[in-house]
């Protein structure tokens, strides 16, 4: 990503109401469509809040948004032939600017956490729904990298997986963004949990407290001892034959995205097959979409103040290496949430 602007601290002090640097994206594509500018910064909706941005959290969901595959998210309104929102970034953490005039929860000088429109820039707008004031005990590099992440966790676990105490759990995937929130959110409802992630992230997965980890590159699934209540998949490239064999006969799979598939679909067809098959069987196999809402945010964020979740962040990074952050989570090599750190924290 190449920077051929003026310093941000030069420009931004002859226009400081006006401009903000950003990370920008003009045409899907790799990193290298990443740039970084000095841009307008976001208008403020009537029930909006306008944040100055400390820190923003970095998932493979980012990844899907670049790309623009598969691109059947282009016709979800994301835009057809370049990103509706130049800006990307959604998961934000930092310091309230001004508000809408329609919104009182929140006031200038608040800390808060939550999902925004572009939050890879010193500025970004957010719905006042899709925020939470920021626990005092939570730093701003933590709360940037819960939200999403988390509240896809905690809906997997608790609406669609119905998870009760005493269960045994299988994470697959549980070393990534939303696995780490899994593992520990999973634990805290009183689950036995194992993960399943690749050699070098196995003590990882064991530190988030995991009761055993699988290695897949040398483990098949099938060759795992006994079965699972409920399977949490987010790896997205097993077989539903596979699956289900590891399930016990009245368990809940829970597809959670998915990364196997063509570049139209994606994992899709793989996740209506698995609701088609649920018909015929006890199994209860099933796939969701995450909801953006305060239900889950607020239960989040109660669960980060009291200690029992701890965001896993693998990598830090400033706004110029976000192109690079990309890439290692492209690779596969990135470990728990990537945050790109962009403003001063407390």
């Known amino acids: 990503m ?12 002859d226009t400081p109401s006006t401009t903000m640097t950003a990370v920008t994206q003009r045409s899907y594509g790799s990193a290298d469509t990443l740039a970084i500018e000095q841009i307008e910064r976001p208008q403020l909706g009537e029930r909006e809040v306008l944040i100055e941005v400390v820190a923003a959290g970095l998932d493979r969901g980012v990844w899907h948004l670049m790309t623009g595959t598969p691109y059947l998210i282009r016709l979800l309104g994301y835009g057809l032939m370049k990103p509706k929102q130049p800006v990307p970034g959604a998961d934000v953490a930092g310091r309230v600017v001004a508000v809408g005039s329609s919104v009182g929860r929140f006031a200038p000088g608040d800390e808060v956490m939550g999902i925004a429109q572009g939050s890879f820039a010193e500025y970004a707008v957010a719905d006042a729904d899709k925020l939470a004031p920021k626990p005092s005990n939570v730093s701003f590099e933590h709360a940037a990298a819960s939200t999403i992440s988390g509240i896809t966790a905690l809906q997997a676990l608790t609406k669609v997986g119905r ?21 520990q959110i999973a634990k805290g409802l009183g689950a036995v949990v194992t993960g399943v992630a690749s050699t070098d992230k196995l003590d990882f997965v064991r530190s988030l407290g995991a009761d055993d980890v699988v290695d897949y590159t040398r483990t098949d699934l099938t ?3 006994g079965r699972f209540d409920v399977i949490i998949d987010i790896g997205g490239r097993n077989p539903l034959s596979k699956l289900r064999r590891v399930l016990t006969p009245t368990g809940t799979l829970v597809i959670v995205g998915g990364e196997d598939g063509g570049r139209f679909t994606g994992g899709i067809g793989r996740n209506l097959r698995a609701v088609i098959s649920s018909m015929f069987t006890k199994q209860r196999l099933t796939f969701f979409i995450s909801s953006e809402s305060r239900q889950y945010i607020d239960p989040l964020v109660e669960l980060l103040a009291s200690g029992e979740v701890t965001p896993a962040i693998g990598r830090r990074a400033p706004l110029a290496e976000t192109a690079d952050a990309l890439r290692e989570i492209e690779a596969g090599k990135a470990t728990g949430k990537t945050v790109i750190v962009i403003g001063a924290g407390s």
Request: glycine share 14%; no cysteine; net charge negative.
């Open 2 to 13: 190449t920077n051929t602007h003026t310093p941000p601290s030069a420009e931004l002090a």
């Open 163 to 183: 998870v009760e105490a005493g269960q045994r759990v299988l994470v697959i995937g549980a070393s990534g963004g939303v696995g780490s929130f899994t593992v």
């Open 223 to 225: 060759e795992i001892d």
